[in-house]
């Protein structure tokens, strides 16, 4: 499966300790909802529910991506972690580390996914640089369509698991710049939006042109 900002592949984590490494360190929880603000730089290993990783200010949030089970991210005071559904993870601080580091394991682990974060985050910075906001939504459309679509006779489904404010907050924009870009490629007959959070691309051809027009 290819990786995206909704959904990157993870590995069970735990299973690279002893059973009582993790039961020393704290949990955290997070009910739906609910927010925190990491204060000093740290590593944060997801192990239930899902969590929504974002930079805020003034008022303003872009979404980075979000945590499932055993994903981990590298987090600092620059960063909001919300939970989109009851949660509990594992903050990994300094102290932790000589522990961690000890298991090459863990540290082929740890630096193939902070190298896979590390490019998520560069792209999404090329993103916003260099590309229009057509281009933008169109990516991001085709990204979810490889990585999570589903093939059906009528195109491909693809369960996009976020609210039209976010996923307008993924790509730097307005939630009503969004929803006229999404209503101009259903005129187009581009997609088809079914229920709340699933789109039908009925023409990836078309899809992958919207931003050329």
């Known amino acids: 499966?290819?990786?995206?900002?909704?959904?990157?592949?993870?590995k069970e984590i735990e299973k690279l300790f002893d059973n009582n490494f993790f039961s020393n360190i704290p949990h955290r929880f997070l009910k739906k909802g609910e927010v925190c603000y990491p204060e000093t730089p740290r590593i944060l290993v997801l192990k239930e529910g899902?969590?929504?990783i974002s930079l805020y200010e003034d008022s303003k949030e872009l979404i980075l991506y979000f945590l499932h089970k055993n994903n981990f991210c590298f987090c600092n005071n620059d960063i909001m972690v919300t939970a989109k559904e009851?949660?509990?993870?594992?903050?990994?601080?300094?102290?932790?580390?000589?522990d961690l580091f000890n298991n090459i394991d863990f540290c082929n682990l740890l630096l193939n996914n902070l190298n896979q974060n590390?490019?998520?985050?560069?792209?999404?910075?090329?993103?916003?640089?260099?590309?229009?906001?057509?281009e933008r939504i169109s990516d991001f459309l085709l990204d979810l369509a490889q990585s999570i679509g589903k093939a059906t006779n009528e195109g491909i489904i693809i369960d996009i698991h976020c609210t039209m404010e976010e996923s307008a907050s993924f790509l730097g924009?307005?939630?009503?710049?969004?929803?006229?870009?999404?209503?101009?490629?259903?005129?187009?007959?581009?997609?088809?939006?079914?229920?709340?959070?699933?789109?039908?691309?009925?023409?990836?051809?078309?899809?992958?042109?919207?931003?050329?027009?």
């Open 50 to 52: 899902e969590l929504k």
């Open 118 to 134: 590390i490019e998520m985050e560069r792209n999404i910075l090329k993103s916003l640089a260099f590309k229009s906001a057509k």
């Open 86 to 98: 009851d949660s509990k993870f594992y903050f990994l601080e300094s102290h932790h580390f000589i």
């Open 1 to 10: 499966m290819k990786n995206c900002r909704v959904l990157i592949a993870s």
């Open 173 to 213: 924009m307005s939630r009503q710049r969004f929803s006229t870009f999404i209503n101009e490629m259903i005129n187009e007959n581009i997609l088809e939006k079914l229920g709340h959070k699933k789109i039908l691309i009925k023409d990836l051809r078309k899809l992958e042109n919207f931003a050329k027009e």
